[in-house]
DNA sequence: GTCAGAATTGACTTTTACGTAAAGGCGATG
DNA sequence: CATCGCCTTTACGTAAAAGTCAATTCTGAC
């Protein structure tokens, strides 16, 4: 496992700009130490871009993806602070059971488009 | 089933608001009928908001969403649109399925989460 | 017919998530 | 030493997806 990662690594690595990156720090998301002014990306950041970049293909906004990350943390110390948690978990575990549904109905759809144009096609005489 | 609903219907129905739908007609996504100047909903246009609800909260992009209900279409006539038109179904297909690891995933990681939370109350002698 | 409540268009504003340009520091290499 | 390539901050710009507001216009109920 590499030390540290530099900023281009990542952004070569997930396909994204330094700017990204950087906007992602300034949000909270990444906390990168420095040696100068320079960001030395640990394996644990690198991981934290793994789990943002996975956010926002499924759409969850910045500060939705905060709190998920919140969540992968420690969990807190306070007994309130722990239910919270757990009912805050819940939620976002249902959210997630929405996608899903959507998802398996919208692949449903897209089966169903293609398997039409298979057909057409076929009537047309082609050989798929 | 109902013959139309009005604007305000389907933003009771789908908690959006007039210049929501409205901006979605101007998309291209929607289109309502009219009676003078007032829009009038069928049936098939309130399943259309669902499609595009649906692909709101799967993080699709209005263009994208509006790629998708394309699909959903009648299939073209032309073998090389039928081509081009299985294609891009294959792609978003793909698409949804990257989605649905990322899902998978991030559900996993959130019930290691609450499970965290779980033992730590525990810990805490706090019956849950 | 009139009057409140709903619907319309059009214009301007806001939020999110970055893009982009300016201006420059730091270390290796020819 | 100069010039790459990579890194930095600061600041303004922008596209997408609506929100908000104003000025009208319908329209259904009384």
Redesign the pocket.
């Known amino acids: 496992m590499r030390e540290y990662y530099?900023?281009?690594?990542l952004?070569r690595e997930f396909d994204?700009?330094?700017?990204?990156l950087?906007?992602?720090e300034d949000?909270g998301l990444l906390a990168p130490i420095?040696r100068?002014?320079?960001?030395l990306f640990r394996p644990s950041d690198r991981h934290l871009v793994k789990q943002i970049m996975r956010g926002?293909r499924l759409g969850f906004?910045?500060?939705e993806i905060r709190e998920i990350i919140q969540m992968y943390k420690e969990p807190p110390g306070e007994v309130g602070q722990l239910k919270l948690m757990i009912r805050r978990i819940e939620e976002k575990r249902e959210d997630l059971r929405q996608k899903r549904r959507d998802l398996e109905e919208t692949l449903a759809e897209l089966d169903q488009a293609e398997e039409s144009c298979v057909e057409r096609l076929a009537e047309l005489g082609v050989n798929t």
Chains 1, 2 share one sequence.
């Open positions: 530099s900023i281009t690594e952004t994204i700009s330094t700017r990204t950087r906007f992602y949000e420095r100068g002014r320079t960001r926002k906004s910045i500060s």
